[in-house]
């Protein structure tokens, strides 16, 4: 699809609360299903779905990356599923002009672990930690494996390699309650 196309169809997901596969074509993680709460200039973000219907953490895919915009909500199983007791659909207000360092400033405001994906370096597609500076060009992220151990070291990454951000979630806030303690740096 061409970039109007896929704006078109995001703005009427967002104004109309539609479920939506967003795909990115070349991408590891290349299909993300959710609700768009969220549209930016250079940023979509949305609730994301797991396992078709499970309200998770928010997700913010960069727009470049885009390569189609699916409607998945032609079917009464998933109305059903997001009207459940419990499913409420997020909120998440950024402004338009928000990039990658104003995503990670709001994540690092919220003081969550945040998932940060690398997915145009060859070696480093993702890291997850806690943002600890987010400076003009760059941000300081200390690490946390799946093992729950913190690296020895903070890393430094360039925001213009972002290309997906992920806050909340199941599998980030397990490692928030589960993972070591916090370490001295």
Not at 91 to 107: F, K, P, Q, S
């Amino acid at each position: 699809m061409k970039p109007p196309k896929i704006r078109r169809r995001l703005e009427a997901a967002l104004a109309e609360g539609r479920i939506t596969k967003v795909v990115r074509d070349g991408f590891e993680v290349g299909m993300t299903d959710g609700l768009v709460v969220a549209l930016t200039d250079d940023w979509v973000v949305l609730h994301e779905l797991v396992d078709g219907v499970h309200l998770d953490g928010i997700v913010a895919l960069r727009l470049c990356d885009v390569s189609r915009i699916l409607f998945r909500d032609d079917d009464a199983y998933h109305r059903r599923a997001l009207a459940a007791p419990g499913a409420e659909v997020a909120t998440y207000e950024v402004e338009t002009d928000v990039d990658a360092r104003g995503l990670l400033a709001r994540a690092q405001a919220e003081g969550r672990l945040v998932a940060v994906h690398l997915e145009v370096l060859r070696d480093e597609p993702m890291t997850l930690g806690r943002l600890l500076e987010l400076r003009r060009k760059r941000f300081v992220i200390h690490y946390l494996g799946r093992d729950g151990e913190w690296a020895r070291e903070p890393e430094r990454w360039r925001y213009r390699n972002v290309t997906r951000i992920e806050v909340g979630g199941r599998y980030l806030e397990a490692l928030e309650q589960f993972g070591d303690p916090y370490p001295n740096v």
